[in-house]
């Protein structure tokens, strides 16, 4: 519970710059309760009216009068009340995802690399709609509720103390039928939150690789396995629903109990007299018997959004525990790298990804100014990580990296990573134009200087051909291209900032032999002068590179140009006679 109220302070605390909104939701509950006490009220005086001594025609029409302007009046300020709260709950949830998203942005690549992306992905989309239905729309309901339950107590004792204790006396019982219920439900409703987010996950992870899916005939598989996690999650969520579709009848039942006393003690006033006249007036007993049902409605519409308010509970504390994650540490007090000559110096680097698993151990390496460096290596040798240490996506666990003689880590990640162009393996495109995917990396550069970046990459020509040229739209993921067209795009994007460090994760893998020859020797002029890395499985595009690294387990083991590893006939010979038998 003390966790529960924490995240529910914590919610309420995203609303305080819209306190003049809260103000304007605060004082028309109070005007919309008002006039919902004050409307029975006006009827019973219409009706001892009506009954006492014949019927006052101009009293009844003054009341009738009276009532349809109070009620003009309280349908204005519920629907001001409505308003207000939409415009409170909707800016807040708004500015949660702002931060949320921003937060995400500044995430160390440790966290995103371990995270399933769909449950990431349902805590900014799902888990804040919840909360927005759930929690914060509650909040309207519970406080009008509490007023007019708190009102109507005291207009009752203003009319007959003896009606009011008996509706007092059986109050506790709806409240603890209420209470029962929801400390039983809550834990369905946090499970239920967590099982969504897997399921989303799922989803996710499945809908990307679907091509794969099907190349390996794995549906059935596949659907097997979505059937268990939608089977766990129709559990939880069929027993969060069973509690919560509890809670409205068993109060429902004790409230109808609240009224059918009030009938029975006010009818036997009304025939019990005092000294000169009736306890209860039939007026006062009509009163009463409204407030009775105006009573108990707060009990139901306060239980009914209860089922809601757990399930957003669950799902603030997702949301919460996201941002709660840490960010990158904050280096914006360190040296900005303005003058890159593209000369790095690795010593004795260390690095690994679990503590009790090295991966990288005292790893050596002096690159020049302007030198294009290779690195080869069978799979899981460390090149991808290499690259990830350069480019400060992780830090070094052990030894340093500098570029220009500055440690890396005294200098900002912005700067460090501005002096970089990467081409990676896997081509990414967002949803828009081609014009403005090429133009990501530099959004003032002219059309002359997009096209000339891609005729040097090789796209020109395929994009030529689209009836809207560069002004075509791409989907997301750039999945109406191939491939192939795709990672030209992605060449294109890099070629266009001219960095004076270069890095090509497997940057041709997905190009055909014939565009690969093609556009080689582009690579190869735009790397004159800068400083390159080439991480490679097709060594035939690495001869001319000025050194190759070999690395195995975390080391560099062989290191030279291509003739002067040939010449060796160590694991790089092995690793080149594996592609090129006649080499």
């Given amino acids: 519970m003390k966790k529960n109220r924490s995240t529910l302070f914590r ?31 006006l009827t019973g005086y219409a009706i001892d009216d ?49 931060q ?109 690789g679907h091509k794969l899916v099907q190349a390996f005939c794995r549906e059935e598989e596949q659907q097997t396995e979505f059937s268990e996690l939608n089977a766990q999650l129709y559990k939880c969520g069929f027993r969060s629903q069973f509690y919560g579709a509890l809670i409205n009848p068993c109060t429902r039942f004790v409230n109808n109990l609240v009224y059918a006393s009030v009938g029975i003690v ?59 994650e840490e960010e990158e540490k904050d280096d914006s007090d360190n040296e900005v790298l303005e003058q890159c ?42 090149k991808t990580t290499l ?15 500098s570029v220009s003689g500055k440690d890396v880590r005294s200098i900002t990640r912005h700067s460090l990573r501005d002096n970089f162009g990467m081409v990676l393996q896997e081509s990414w495109l967002f949803e828009g134009t081609i014009r403005d995917n090429i133009a990501y990396g530099k959004a003032d550069a002219t059309q002359e200087e997009i096209i000339t970046a891609a005729q040097l990459a090789g796209a020109h020509d395929f994009i030529d051909k689209f009836p809207d040229k560069y002004d075509t739209m791409l989907v997301e993921n750039g999945d109406n291209l191939s491939q192939g067209q795709k990672q030209l795009l992605c060449i294109a994007r890099i070629m266009l900032t001219h960095p004076p460090m270069l890095i090509l994760d497997e940057a041709t893998s997905s190009i055909d032999t014939r565009t690969e020859m093609k556009i080689q020797q582009t690579f190869y002029t735009i790397m004159q002068g800068r400083t390159s890395f080439i991480v490679a499985h097709r060594l035939s595009t690495i001869r001319e590179c000025d050194v190759i690294l070999v690395m195995k387990d975390g ?21 080149y006679n594996s592609q090129f038998q006649n080499g």
């Fill in 341 to 382: 000559d593209g000369a790095l110096d690795l010593s004795r680097v260390k690095f690994r990804y679990v503590e009790d698993k090295p991966l990288i151990e005292n790893l050596n390496l002096n690159v020049k100014k302007g030198q294009k460096i290779a690195i080869v290596g069978p799979t899981g040798c460390g």
């Fill in 11 to 41: 919610l309420v605390s995203y609303t305080r710059p819209y306190a003049p909104l809260a103000v304007v939701s605060i004082i028309c509950a109070m005007v919309s309760v008002a006039v919902s006490l004050l409307v029975p009220l």
């Fill in 387 to 401: 690259i990830n240490l350069l480019m400060r996506f992780y830090d070094v666990t052990g030894g340093s990296i």
């Fill in 100 to 208: 949320l998203f921003a937060h995400i942005n500044k995430l160390p690549l440790k966290y995103i690399d371990t995270k399933q992306q769909g449950d990431i992905i349902a805590r900014i989309s799902s888990d804040i709609d919840q909360v927005s239905e759930g929690l914060l729309q509650g909040f309207t309901q519970l406080f009008s509720g509490v007023m007019t339950i708190a009102a109507t107590i005291g207009m009752l004792f203003y009319i007959n103390w003896i009606i009011a204790l008996s509706v007092l006396v059986l109050t506790p019982l709806s409240l603890f039928v209420a209470s029962f219920i929801t400390k039983r439900s809550h834990s369905t409703f946090a499970e239920q939150a967590v099982k969504r987010g897997e399921i989303s996950g799922y989803v996710e992870e499945v809908f990307t």
């Fill in 555 to 575: 080391n560099i083991i062989e290191q030279g140009n291509h003739e002067e590893l040939i010449a060796k006939k160590g694991f790089y010979h092995q690793l």
């Fill in 266 to 324: 006010g009818a036997l006033l009304c025939f019990k007299t005092g000294f000169s006249a009736p306890l209860l007036k039939v007026g006062d007993l009509s009163v009463c018997l409204m407030y009775a049902n105006q009573y108990t409605k707060p009990f139901n519409e306060i239980t009914g959004v209860i089922t809601e308010i757990q399930s957003a509970v669950a799902a603030s504390k997702r949301i919460f525990a996201l941002l709660d």
């Fill in 50 to 98: 009506m009954i006492e001594g014949g019927v006052k025609f101009d009293k009844v029409f003054k009341y009738i009068y009276i009532l349809i302007a109070m009620i003009a009046v309280g349908a204005l300020a519920q629907w001001l009340l409505t308003v207000s709260t939409n415009a409170l709950t909707f800016k807040t949830v708004r500015n949660i995802r702002n």
